[in-house]
C-alpha cells in the first residue's frame, strides 16, 4: 500500500535542516533529527557515568578501611556530593532523554518530536550544565559538598565568602538541568498526546510510551517547585535572604519539603522509564503477549499520582508529628500496590514463555530479581519505626542503590543492547555482553547487598570514618564497587567495536513487535516518511498471529530493501 | 506469587508441587524473620524490641514475597527456556482479569494491615514530644516544660560542628551521655549550627536536631552499658568524627556520678573533628573549604573515648 496514510494531526518536521552533515559531524552539531539526539544524549550520559563511577570508587576506596585516611574528609565530602549529582542529573536524567528521543517517535509512527528545535536546545543545555558542575571542581574553595540534598543551612556555610563558589555553581547546574527537563518533557508529552500513528488509541501504545508519558508528567508538576526552592537557596546563599536561614528567621526544614517534593518522584521519573524497558523485553524474549497490558499500562499513573504524595516519607525523624507521618507511611506503603501489578504482570509474561537468555534478557531479569529485593527494602523504610532507627545510614544508601542502579541501571543497559542494532545498524557481540553482565550483576550485589547490614547496625550514610566494627560490610562493598568499575571494560570495547565495524543488523534481529522494527537499522530521517502505518492491535502480539498494523507485509519488505 | 494459570481441570500435580512450595516458603520466611533479630545492635531501650518486632515481621513477610517471586524466576528459566534453535512462540496468554484483580487486592490489603499495625506500633513509641522556634540568640529552654510521665531531665543536648555537649538539670555538663537505667529521660535537643541527628543504634531511635528550633524528645535506656551517639545528619567536614557514647548505667552510680561530676571544675570536653583539623592545618590547610570546628564545650566530664563501646 503505497498511498499516502497520514493522519493530517501530524506536523511535519522540519527536517532535514537545510546543510546538516549526515556523517558522524552530525552528532557535534545541533541537529534536530531525534535520533541524532537521542544519540547525542546516550553518549554523553554515558561518558558522565564513567566519570560519576570514578568517583565512587575514590569514595569506596576511603571507605575500605575505618579511618579517613585516603583523602581529606572535606575532599571526601565534596566527591560523594558530586558523584551523586553527576550520576543523577548526568547520566540518567540524560540517559533516559535519550531512550525517549529514540524510541517515542520511532515506538508512535511520528517523523520526529513536536518541537525540534526546543529539543536539540534542551540536550545542548547538558553540556553546558556539565562544564558548569565539572567547572565547580576549580572553584576556590572546592566544589559542593553538602551532599546532593543540599540542605540548608550546612549548604548556606560558604567557609571562605567568594561570591563564586563550588555550592553556587552546583545550584546553578541543577537549575540549568531543570530548565533542560521541563523542555524534554514538554516536547515528550506533546509528541505522545498529539503524534501518534493513525490508529494508535491510547491502549494500543507500547508500555514504554505510557511509562514515558507517566514519568515526564512527573516532570512537570515536581520541577517547578524544585526550581523554587533553588532560586531560595541560590538568594539565601548569594544574596543574604532569610528563606532557610534560622538567624534570619528562616526553616531549613522547608527546604527539605520544596526539595523532596520532586526528588521523591524523580526516582519514579527515572524508574518508570526502566519499567517500560522491561515492559517491552520481556515479552520480546520470552515470545509471549505482555500479560494484563491494560493493567500495566494504567499501573504507570498510578505511580505517577501517588509519587506526588509520599514526599514526607525522608522526614520522618526531623521533628514531623505523628499524624503526618502516619499519612505518608500509609500513601508510600501503597506505592507497593502498581508496582506489585507491573512484577507480578512480568512475572506472569515469563510464565510458559520460550526464553531466550541474550545479553539484553540477562539484564531485564537481573534488573527485575534486584528490584522485587528492593521493593521489600523500600516497604520497611516507609514503615515509620524502622525508618527512624535505618533511616540515614547505609540501609538507605543500600536500598536507594538497589533501585538506581541495580534495577535502573541494569534497565538501562538492557535496552542500550536490546534497541543498539536498530539505530547503530549493527549488531553487538553477544559474549563480550554476557561477561558485562555477570560482573555488573556480581559487582552491583557484592557493593550493596552487605551495606544493608552496616545499616542495620548503625553506620550512617555520608561518613569519611567508621567504626571498626563496620569493616567487613564496607570491604565487601568497595570490592564490588571495583567490580563493576572492571565490567566497565567489556562494555565499552563492545559499544565501540560494534558501532565500529559490527556485522550489519537486519530491520528485525529480535523478531520483535513494535512499530520501530517495522523501519530499517538505521531508521531513516523522519522514520516512516510520508507513509505511516495505521495500527490496527494491541501490541505484544506474540504468538497470536494477529498483524500489528494494516499491510505489514509492506513495511517489512520496505524496511528490508532500504 | 506461585500461583500458575487457571486449569480447566484440577491438575493434581500441580497442586502439590505448589503446596509444597509454598510452604517451604513459609518455613525459610519464618527462619529469616528469626535471623533478622541478630542484624541489630542489643536492645538498650523501650524502643528497641518494638522495632526489632517490626522489622521481623516485615522480613517475614518480604522474605516470602522475595523467594516466591524469584523462586518462581528460577523455576522458569530451568523449564521454559527455549533451545538453540526454537524460534516458536510462548504460549500466547494476554492475562487473566481475576488473577490481576488479585494481584492488586491482596498487596492492597497486605500493606494497609502492615501500616495500620506500624502505626500502633508507633504510637507506643512516645519519644516526640514538642518542637518550638526561637530566634538564635535567645534562650529556647524557656519555651518548653519538661516531658510529664519523664522521670528525669530535661537533659540539654547540644550538637556543634563537630562536638556534643550534654547539660543535666543540676548544671552538670559533660561530653558524654550519662543515663539512668529504666528511666523514662526527657531532652531538650539543641543546635546552634546546621542540621544534626541524635542516633543511637543500640536505642533505635534518631531524631533530626534543627537550627532555631527547640525539641522535647523522650526515652527510657533499658540495658546498662556504653553505646554508640552518632550524628547522622550530614554536618560537613568531620561529620563521621561527631560521635560520642551514652553510658547507662544503674540509678546509684547514675546519682553518684551526677554529685561528683558536679565538683569538678569545668574543662574542655571531647573535640572529635580538632585532631583531623589540626593534621589539616599541620599539613599546610590542603583540601577542600570547611568552616573550622566549633571551641570545645567547657565540661565538667569529658569522658574518655578510648573505653571500647558496647555497640
Not at chain 1, 531525534?34 to 563511577?53: C, D, E, M
Not at chain 1, 491510547?202 to 526550581?227: H, N, S, V
Not at chain 2, 554508640?228 to 544503674?250: C, I, P
Request: proline share 9%; glycine share 8%.
Amino acid at each position: 500500500m503505497t498511498i499516502t496514510n497520514y493522519d493530517p494531526r501530524i506536523l511535519k518536521a522540519p527536517h532535514p535542516v537545510p546543510g546538516a552533515p549526515d556523517n558522524w559531524k552530525r552528532f557535534f552539531s545541533f541537529n534536530t533529527d531525534a535520533k541524532v539526539i537521542g544519540i547525542q544524549y546516550i553518549v554523553t550520559s554515558l561518558f558522565f557515568l564513567l566519570v560519576g563511577g570514578l568517583l565512587a570508587m575514590i569514595v569506596r576506596g576511603e571507605l575500605l578501611t575505618p579511618p579517613a585516611d585516603l583523602v581529606d574528609p572535606t575532599v571526601y565530602n565534596g566527591l560523594y556530593t558530586m558523584h551523586g549529582t553527576v550520576m543523577l542529573f548526568l547520566f540518567l536524567f540524560p540517559i533516559l532523554n535519550g531512550f525517549n528521543n529514540l524510541l517515542i517517535p520511532t515506538m508512535i509512527g511520528a517523523p520526529d518530536m513536536a518541537f525540534p528545535r526546543l529539543n536539540a536546545a534542551a540536550f545542548w543545555l547538558v553540556p553546558v550544565f556539565a562544564t558548569v558542575l565539572m567547572g565547580s571542581f576549580f572553584a576556590p574553595g572546592g566544589p559542593a559538598s553538602s551532599g546532593w540534598w543540599s540542605y540548608p543551612p550546612m549548604s548556606l556555610q560558604n567557609p571562605l565568602g567568594h561570591f563564586i563558589n563550588g555550592q553556587f555553581l552546583w545550584i546553578l547546574a541543577v537549575a540549568l538541568s531543570g530548565i533542560s527537563s521541563i523542555m524534554g518533557a514538554v516536547n515528550f508529552v506533546t509528541t505522545i498526546i498529539r503524534m501518534r500513528a493513525p490508529g494508535m488509541g491510547f491502549f494500543k501504545m507500547p508500555i514504554f510510551i505510557w511509562t514515558a508519558w507517566a514519568a515526564q508528567t512527573i516532570q512537570l508538576i515536581g520541577l517547578p517547585p524544585l526550581t523554587g526552592g533553588a532560586v531560595m537557596l541560590l538568594f539565601d546563599l548569594s544574596f543574604g535572604t532569610s528563606f532557610f536561614r534560622p538567624e534570619g528567621g528562616g526553616d531549613p526544614v522547608l527546604f527539605q519539603h520544596f526539595f523532596w517534593f520532586y526528588s521523591h518522584p524523580a526516582v519514579y521519573v527515572l524508574v518508570l522509564p526502566v519499567f517500560g524497558i522491561f515492559s517491552e523485553l520481556f515479552p520480546v524474549y520470552a515470545r509471549k503477549p505482555l500479560f494484563g497490558y491494560k493493567f500495566v499500562a494504567i499501573a504507570s499513573f498510578g505511580i505517577t499520582f501517588l509519587s506526588m504524595i509520599v514526599w514526607a516519607h525522608h522526614m520522618f525523624y526531623t521533628g514531623t508529628p505523628n499524624w503526618m507521618r502516619h499519612i505518608f507511611m500509609f500513601t508510600t506503603m501503597l506505592i507497593a500496590v502498581p508496582t506489585g501489578v507491573k512484577v507480578f504482570a512480568w512475572l506472569g509474561t515469563l510464565w510458559r514463555g520460550n526464553l531466550r537468555l541474550n545479553t539484553p534478557m540477562l539484564f531485564c531479569l537481573g534488573g527485575l530479581f534486584n528490584f522485587i529485593f528492593a521493593g521489600i527494602t523500600g516497604v520497611m523504610l516507609a514503615t515509620v519505626p524502622i525508618d527512624i532507627h535505618v533511616g540515614n545510614t547505609a540501609f538507605v544508601v543500600a536500598h536507594f542503590h538497589y533501585v538506581i542502579f541495580n534495577t535502573i541501571g541494569l534497565g538501562v543497559f538492557a535496552g542500550i543492547y536490546h534497541w543498539f542494532p536498530k539505530f547503530t545498524g549493527r549488531m553487538y557481540y553477544e559474549g563480550l555482553g554476557k561477561v558485562h553482565f555477570v560482573l555488573t550483576f556480581i559487582g552491583a550485589t557484592l557493593n550493596w547487598l552487605p551495606l544493608h547490614w552496616a545499616g542495620l547496625l548503625g553506620m550512617p550514610r555520608r561518613v569519611a570514618s567508621y567504626d571498626p566494627e563496620f569493616a567487613i560490610w564496607n570491604v565487601l562493598g568497595s570490592i564490588g564497587a571495583f567490580m563493576l568499575g572492571v565490567a566497565s571494560i567489556p562494555f565499552i570495547l563492545n559499544m565501540v567495536s560494534s558501532w565500529a565495524r559490527g556485522p550489519q543488523a537486519p530491520p528485525n534481529p529480535w523478531r520483535a513487535i513494535g512499530l520501530e522494527w517495522l523501519l530499517p537499522s538505521p531508521p531513516p530521517a523522519e522514520n516512516f516518511q510520508d507513509d505511516i502505518p495505521t495500527v490496527i492491535n494491541e501490541p505484544y502480539g506474540y504468538g497470536l498471529g494477529r498483524p500489528l498494523v494494516e499491510d505489514e507485509e509492506f513495511y517489512v519488505r520496505r524496511s528490508q530493501e532500504a | 506469587m506461585t500461583t500458575t494459570t487457571p486449569k480447566k481441570s484440577p491438575n493434581i500435580g500441580a497442586i502439590v508441587i505448589i503446596t509444597i512450595a509454598i510452604g517451604l516458603n513459609l518455613v525459610i520466611a519464618k527462619m529469616m524473620a528469626n535471623w533478622s533479630y541478630s542484624w541489630f545492635p542489643p536492645q538498650a531501650s523501650s524502643a528497641a524490641p518494638y522495632v526489632d518486632d517490626l522489622f521481623a515481621l516485615e522480613t517475614g513477610i518480604g522474605s516470602f514475597i522475595f523467594f516466591g517471586c524469584t523462586g518462581f524466576m528460577g523455576w522458569v528459566l530451568l523449564f521454559n527456556r527455549a533451545g538453540k534453535y526454537d524460534e516458536s512462540d510462548g504460549a500466547p496468554i494476554e492475562g487473566n482479569t481475576k488473577l490481576e484483580i488479585t494481584w492488586t487486592i491482596i498487596p492492597l490489603v497486605t500493606v494497609f494491615l502492615i501500616a495500620t499495625y506500624s502505626m500502633n506500633v508507633n504510637m507506643k513509641l512516645q519519644t516526640l514530644g514538642p518542637k518550638h522556634k526561637y530566634a538564635i540568640g535567645t534562650d529556647p529552654t524557656v519555651l518548653i516544660a519538661k516531658d510529664p510521665k519523664a522521670d528525669v531531665g530535661p537533659i540539654d543536648v547540644i550538637a556543634r560542628q563537630w562536638s556534643w555537649e550534654f547539660v543535666y538539670p543540676n548544671g552538670v555538663r559533660s561530653s558524654e551521655l550519662h543515663l539512668p537505667v529504666d528511666q523514662r529521660v526527657n531532652f531538650r535537643l539543641i543546635s546552634e549550627d546546621v542540621l544534626h541527628s541524635f542516633f543511637v543504634p543500640a536505642f533505635r531511635l534518631k531524631q533530626d536536631i534543627i537550627p532555631g528550633s527547640i525539641i522535647s524528645y523522650s526515652l527510657t535506656p533499658t540495658k546498662e552499658g556504653r553505646f554508640r551517639l552518632r550524628d547522622a545528619m550530614f554536618s560537613g567536614a568531620y561529620f563521621s568524627q561527631n560521635q560520642t557514647n551514652v553510658v547507662v548505667e544503674s540509678e546509684a552510680t547514675y546519682t553518684n556520678w551526677l554529685k561528683t561530676t558536679a565538683d569538678q571544675p569545668l574543662q574542655p570536653g571531647l573535640d572529635p573533628g580538632r585532631a583531623l583539623y589540626d593534621r589539616r592545618l599541620a599539613r599546610g590547610d590542603k583540601g577542600w573549604a570547611t568552616v573550622p570546628p566549633a571551641p570545645p564545650p567547657q565540661v565538667n566530664d569529658p569522658g574518655d573515648p578510648s573505653i571500647p563501646h558496647d555497640a
